[in-house]
């Protein structure tokens, strides 16, 4: 089984306007919501490919109501523990003129201790030996930025493999916990060690830092110029497919969660790398997966992996 966390969960509100004007009334063209949160994408990604996941973190109020629907229809097991808060709202303008997304995100609300111990009671009851357990996506407001630290420790005693998806302090903590695989992207990574990185070779000695200190597996997007997979092994590559891009708001994600449903199926790092580059390019050039596992095969074809 696959578990997903989402801690800070979202009602994702697009408004798409020809020709956004600041400081004016605009009128939206196009209005749409998504369930959101980095987990629950990553649950998504999962059930679209056909995949069983179980969802957790915390909802509350009408949108956590509204977001637990959307997991039902997708058919994702739904293990949210409801709050006293209700769950936030992102809004993202679209500018379909020059196809720029302005984002404007909530913080999410403070949520009572007793409500972190119901969450982390019910993961740990859920996880068997060999699940794998993914933690991803920010914080709500005053939670403590060990949590991801504590989550991966206990879940890595009941015999669960992590992957963790998180930034800055929460990402710095967790990683002494020691995830079997992180998911940065190129520019987080720039961020964590404070320095460009702008070759080849400094890229793979700051995955290797993750390696040393005990993370199995460092799966790397790096936009256009595609993703690398380090191991203690081996540096794989792949080479970025050229698209046109609809939305690169949660490839990521699609990138996580196609990698550890393939794993899952296969226990094979490299055949997982390529399905989840795969996966993200759809995601990237038609902005969901749904109902697009026909293009995905039609990248794989087109996907080399080779060694650097």
């Not at 302005?102 to 740990?124: A, F, H, V």
């Not at 793979?204 to 830092?209: G, H, L, P, S, V």
């Amino acid at each position: 089984m696959i578990i997903t966390v989402t801690l800070n969960p979202a009602v994702d509100h697009s408004i798409e306007v020809d020709g956004f004007k600041p400081g004016l009334v605009n009128k939206a063209s196009k209005t749409y919501k998504k369930a959101g949160g980095k987990g629950i994408n990553v649950s998504k990604t999962i059930s679209y490919a056909g995949g069983k996941t179980t969802a957790t973190g915390f909802l509350g109020g009408n949108t956590g109501e509204w977001i637990s629907r959307e997991l039902k229809n997708a058919g994702i097991i739904d293990k949210f523990i409801f709050t006293d808060k209700s769950t936030r709202t992102n809004i993202k303008i679209v500018d379909t003129a020059t196809e720029e997304v302005t984002d404007i995100n909530e913080k999410g609300d403070e949520l009572d201790s007793m409500y972190l111990d119901s969450l982390e009671s019910s993961l740990y009851s859920m996880i068997n030996v060999g699940d794998m357990v993914v933690l991803s996506g920010s914080l709500p407001g005053g939670m403590s930025e060990s949590v991801y630290e504590t989550m991966i420790l206990k879940s890595r005693e009941k015999g669960a493999k992590v992957v963790l998806d998180a930034t800055q302090e929460a990402l710095k903590l967790a990683l002494r916990a020691k995830p079997f695989m992180i998911k940065p992207n190129i520019h987080e990574l720039e961020e964590i060690f404070d320095n460009p990185l702008d070759s080849i070779e400094s890229i793979k000695e700051a995955c290797y830092k993750f390696i040393d200190s005990g993370v199995n597996v460092v799966l790397l997007s790096m936009g256009g110029e595609g993703a690398l997979l380090v191991t203690r092994d081996f540096v794989k590559k792949i080479d970025g497919i050229k698209v046109k891009v609809k939305n690169t708001v949660g490839a990521g994600d699609s990138m996580v969660g196609s990698f550890v449903y393939k794993y899952e199926q296969t226990g094979n790092l490299e055949e997982a790398f390529k399905y989840a580059v795969a996966t993200a390019t759809v995601h990237v050039g038609e902005g969901t997966t749904l109902g697009n596992l026909d293009l995905i095969k039609g990248y794989l074809d087109q996907i080399t992996v080779y060694s650097v």
